[in-house]
């Protein structure tokens, strides 16, 4: 079942999203029209009064390249997307132009006095590929909006609770061993440890909560002290002191101390990410909650749920029951507005070939979703996808599977008119 409908009425204002078969019925009755593609929602051509309109949570569940999002209405999940950020593409563009500044003043081609050690950054700047994911969620949290009367926001804040691993006293004994504490431990030690045996690097079997300092000798349940170990390990190990166990591989065993005592650094960044786009969801005005990862996890085992970005939002934050009415989520990538570049550069940061000035071409531009309909030539056929435009006229349309070249603009229709996003069902 696809996502359900947004609708809005001839004022602009969110209604109740409705079931696919109603919104056809709609379009062919005339009642309503196409307003925006992607996502899907249409405007009503009569207003209705008083229309009753059931409030809508939206959950999100932030992630490094991929953030979760679903609308939950009660206990029912009528809407659900995927967005894939760009940030490497970004960390990776911001890296090939320092090498070609610095280059260019190493060659002495034009002196430019050095300026790393001049800079100022503000409080709470990130890293551009950082802010990305920041900047796009949150253009999706207000576009959904527009489209949805959302009540309230529930987002996962922290993927794992760092601090409450650290130190389990923080809030008692119901806590370090409740069952969502497990959660939250295990979670955390099989992204640290790459989901591997720490002492023989074995994967894909079942793995066991391992003190590196036996307990038996004082050991705590600090996260410091624990790693993961396969069934055999764990017995051959037993209560030894790891120092003996790993006498004769002392590289391996430096390795292990090392890395036990090493913070997940992706799981900070992230976290870092998190707080940022918290403190922005605050500035709309809306209730907005947070859930820890483990509990989302929890809640997704504990309701049978498979593992997708999507479900996960799903589960974000309490959740009693949910009932899913979709399995088919939009699937959106971040591509971007294209370069400010006037030219293109070689690999040595010479230019080599110039950039259009005018972006449009026959009133395309690259990046629209167009549907061309190729009546004579080569190329007969329906063809539906992302255009890239020529000077000539004449366009390639970026498919699912390939990449169709010279399709003539007079065939174009456009669908969807671009906005840096690519989607997909």
Known sequence: MSNYVFVIDTNKQPQTPI????????????????????????????????????????????????????????????????????????????????????????????????????????????APSLQHRVETTLTWVNKLIKFAPISSIVQELVRFDLQQLENPEISGIEYQQGELQGYEVRQYLLEKWSRKCAYCGIENVPLEVEHIHPKSKGGTDRISNLCLACHDCNQKK???????????????????????????????????????????????????STGSGGLTKFNRTRLNLPKTHWLDAAC?????????????????????HGSRQMC???????????????????????????????????????????????????????LKAAIVQGISYKYCTTIHKKDGYLYAT
């Open 344 to 398: 293109r550069t070689d690999k040595f940061g010479f230019p080599s070939r110039y950039v259009p000035r005018f972006k449009f071409v026959k009133g395309f531009q690259t990046g629209d979703i167009v549907k061309a309909v190729v009546t004579k030539g080569k190329k007969i056929g329906t063809y539906f996808g992302r255009i890239a435009v020529r000077s000539s006229g004449s366009f390639n349309i970026t």
């Open 19 to 126: 079931h696919p078969a109603q919104a056809r019925l709609l379009l062919n009755q005339g009642q309503a029209a196409v307003y925006r593609r992607y996502p899907f929602t249409l405007i009503l051509k009569e207003s209705k009064p008083k229309p009753k309109i059931e409030p809508i949570t939206l959950k999100i569940d932030p992630g490094s390249k991929t953030t979760g999002i679903a609308l939950v209405q009660g206990n029912k999940v009528i809407w659900g997307a995927e967005l894939t950020h760009r940030g490497q593409v970004i960390k990776m563009s911001l890296e090939s132009r320092r090498s070609l500044r610095r280059s260019r003043r190493n060659r002495h081609t034009r002196y430019r006095q050095a300026r790393f050690l001049n800079r100022k950054r503000r409080e709470g700047w990130l």
């Open 238 to 288: 037993g209560s030894q002191d790891i120092q003996d166990f790993m006498s004769g591989k002392p590289d391996l065993l430096q390795r292990i101390l090392r890395q036990a005592k090493q913070p997940l650094k992706d799981a900070t960044a992230v976290n870092s990410t998190r707080w940022s786009l918290f403190n922005r969801l605050k500035e709309t005005g809306l209730s907005v």
């Open 316 to 336: 974000v934050g309490k959740v009693e029951a949910l009932k899913v009415l979709t399995n088919k989520p939009l699937l959106i990538k971040a591509t971007g």
